[in-house]
């Protein structure tokens, strides 16, 4: 039996119980639905804005972590809803800001990721207002600095909220954390065993495959092994480790703990972490991925510009390593056993589909290869670009899926973690794990990728006597604690939320309660101006400070006619060193009466910290820019915003944006000419010119009297009577 309603189209949406209930609900109060993959979210999302719209006029947001997902959502509600489709809208980056922010007036439904919807809040483009239903997919995302955490927080008091997830999570604290966010105040769970479940429920057979590395493969990673024993035996001697067994885990939180120390050992004890879990890293590519992979990651290592990779990449038990894998002309036994199983499978049905997934864009590329060499049909399907060019574009992505859906020569989609959620591929009846992986989340749906068709399979191809094994129990196990914490949370769940929306005062209902006191601390907010590329320092500072995003031909935040900021996180100020960007930005800076450089952190790697002293001390002595040290992006926001409360709501000063490059006082001129002259720096000029007063009086100046000066050798003074002395001569003709 079919859904009648009127913004449903006819016939098209099967009636089911479970998910009518849970719409009843969602329709009540805010709720997080848990549901398993294939059992029709995004029918209850349908259904949901349906019941909205239908009750009061508004607008409705769905937003889901992918383009290739937002494009599925957009051609349901096109198949499924009675409005016009003019006014379902898919917002991507591609479009411009300004018809963006035309396309959030005019349209009723919108479909797009929280990264755009973030943006273009900030930004001040949403009639936040406007809308009465947020629909937020794979709610799993809404916790910690997320962009979905940012989106709900925005909408949170003020609109209907329906949260959508296959598996929340084993952690009750985390789900709660979800649940917090989203401003979540019932939950709904159903899982295969209920009986109005269950008969929907695809059953995935799940089969374990060994494979066994080779003596070679064995010999190398004893090699890698032993050297990251070496710097784990550093760190055991000084007492950061009782044990040189450790896992990445463990490795992971004491670089964060080590930031922390203080005293002159500091830096090196990073370093020496950090080759640790570069070393950890090797190994687990090497046992899980074999050489290619390998040898690709320590070919990355190589252009690494940082101290700790030159010193692993220069360590002879990894070049020995290294050189055996080059020389070794056997592939890691995964790729065999791989081949094996896909073949088998065709020799049943030829026009089978299958998934495999690989957690690493080389590994992707190898398996693709091979199964072409084999004559079997197979497409990448990954991420967009990194920084090494590898990757899809979001119409690539989606262009890839249609193909794998629609061409009968294509029967293996080899993917990256990229297609885990949501998408919803047909009759997909095989998904091969190329490797375990530790989540219980991203286990369940890579899995529940084979649920689509009639009931699958689900091949993991194990490494034995790796830490694929741990892996894999480690998922098996965190998904059993998931399934039994999913039955006992719901009454657990709905209880502590009531508990919570005793206290809970969202921000519709602060507004309502004092909305006198709100619109004075509304006039009261100061205005920043944003470089573009600063969006997320702009989040922190949003609802605090009125913002302007602009192109700025230099500083990143202007805070008044007469402060400008530049912000360098520790990495940037490094970086701008080496590359000499630094001082020519600080010159720039000067076109303000009173610019401020703002360091956010204190991780310092690629340079030695005496150059990071002489550095900050030039810029405090030479170029009269003080420095304001930060611990954090969020510091860095709360520096900011007090710097533009003092400026503009203290002392008055209005906000001025200067482009071009203001005209140079006369000694400004004076000091640009002397610095001109070879090896004399800001210092030397200021020194020459206080003492000679005028710069005719240095031109006339003897080579013993410019050495009278502060910073002036033997050399220097030389070298510039010549420039003045010297005759110029036309160029020769070459």
């Known amino acids: 039996m079919y859904i009648n309603h009127p913004l449903i189209k006819p016939n098209t949406l099967e009636s089911r119980t479970y998910q009518e209930l849970i719409v009843a609900k969602a329709l009540e109060k805010n709720t997080l639905c848990v549901l398993g993959t294939g059992l029709g979210k995004t029918v209850i999302a349908t259904l949901t804005i349906a019941g909205v719209l239908s009750k009061r006029d508004g607008k409705v947001l769905i937003i889901a972590p992918s383009r290739p997902l937002v494009e599925q959502h957009y051609n349901s509600l096109k198949n499924f809803l009675n409005i016009p489709e003019k006014e379902i809208v898919v917002l991507t980056g591609k479009i411009p800001p ?70 929340p999570g084993s952690d009750i604290d985390r789900v709660l954390e979800v649940c917090e966010n989203l401003g979540i105040e019932h939950v709904e769970i159903r899982t295969p065993e209920d009986p109005d479940v269950r008969k929907y429920v695809k059953t995935v057979k799940i089969r374990t495959v060994k494979v066994k590395l080779p003596r070679e493969y064995q010999e190398c990673i004893e090699l890698i092994r032993s050297a990251l024993k070496e710097r784990l035996k550093i760190l055991r001697d000084c007492k950061l480790i009782h044990s040189i067994v ?367 002293k002489g550095a900050i001390l030039s810029i405090v002595l030479d170029y009269h820019i003080p420095i304001l040290f930060s611990k954090s992006p969020e510091e860095t926001a709360d520096i900011l915003l007090k710097l533009a409360e003092r400026e503009q709501l203290k002392n008055k000063r209005p906000v001025e944006i200067r482009t071009g490059k203001k005209p140079m006082s006369l000694r400004e001129r004076q000091r640009f000419i002397v610095e001109s002259f070879p090896d004399v720096g800001p210092v030397t000029a200021e020194n020459l010119l206080l003492s000679f007063e005028t710069i005719e009086n240095i031109v006339n100046a003897s080579e013993e009297e410019l050495m009278k000066v502060e910073g002036v050798g033997k050399a220097t003074a030389r070298k510039i009577k010549e420039v003045l002395t010297e005759r110029y001569t036309k160029s020769p003709t070459p």
């Open 246 to 612: 450790v896992n990445r885990s463990e490795l992971l939180a004491l670089q964060r703990r080590v930031m922390e120390i203080e005293g002159e050992s500091k830096y090196e004890l990073i370093r020496v972490v950090s080759e640790a879990i570069k070393l950890d890293y090797a190994v687990e590519i090497l046992e899980c991925q074999g050489k290619d992979a390998f040898l690709n990651y320590f070919e990355r290592l190589g252009s690494q510009n940082t101290r700790s990779a030159r010193e692993i990449v220069r360590d002879p038990k990894v070049l020995k390593a290294v050189y055996k894998l080059r020389t070794l002309d056997i592939d890691h036994p995964k790729l065999d056993k791989l081949l094996e199983i896909v073949k088998d499978i065709l020799s049943k049905n030829r026009k089978e589909k299958i998934i495999v997934f690989a957690q690493y864009r080389d590994t992707v590329e190898k398996i693709v290869n091979l199964l072409r060499e084999n004559k079997i049909g197979a497409l990448p399907f990954m991420g967009q670009s990194n920084r090494g060019g590898k990757g899809m574009s979001q119409k690539e992505q989606i262009k890839t899926l249609e193909r794998f859906k629609g061409d009968d020569s294509i029967n293996v989609l080899v993917s990256t973690s990229v297609s885990e959620e949501g998408i919803d591929i047909t009759s997909v009846n095989y998904v091969i794990f190329y490797e375990p992986v530790p989540s219980e989340i991203r286990f369940i749906q890579r899995k529940g990728r084979a649920s689509r068709g009639e009931g699958g399979e689900c091949i993991i191809l194990i490494t034995e006597n790796t830490r694929d094994e741990a892996y894999y129990w480690s998922a098996i196990q965190k998904e059993r604690n998931m399934k039994r914490i999913l039955k006992e949370m719901v009454k657990t769940l709905n209880k502590k939320l009531r508990e919570k929306k005793k206290d809970y005062r969202g921000p519709l209902d602060a507004y309502l309660e004092e909305e006198t006191s709100s619109k004075v601390e509304e006039e009261k907010k100061p205005k920043i101006v944003i470089d573009h590329r600063e969006k997320n320092i702009g989040k922190l500072l949003f609802g605090r400070a009125e913002l302007e995003f602009r192109n700025l031909e230099f500083g990143d935040y202007i805070l008044s006619d007469r402060v400008i900021v530049e912000r360098k996180t520790s990495e940037d100020f490094e970086n701008s060193i080496i590359d000499k960007r630094l001082f020519k930005q600080l010159k720039e800076l000067k076109n303000y009466e009173r610019p401020i450089l703002i360091i956010e952190g204190d991780r310092f790697e690629r340079l030695e910290e005496n150059v990071i």
């Open 98 to 167: 300004e018809k963006r922010k035309k396309l959030w007036r005019t349209g009723k439904v919108f479909v797009a990721t929280p990264q755009i919807v973030e943006n273009d809040i900030v930004a001040g483009r949403v009639p936040v207002d406007d809308f009465v239903l947020l629909i937020v997919d794979e709610a799993h995302h809404t916790t910690g600095n997320h962009s979905y955490t940012f989106v709900a927080s925005t909408f949170k008091g003020k609109v209907r909220v329906l949260g959508l997830t296959a598996s």
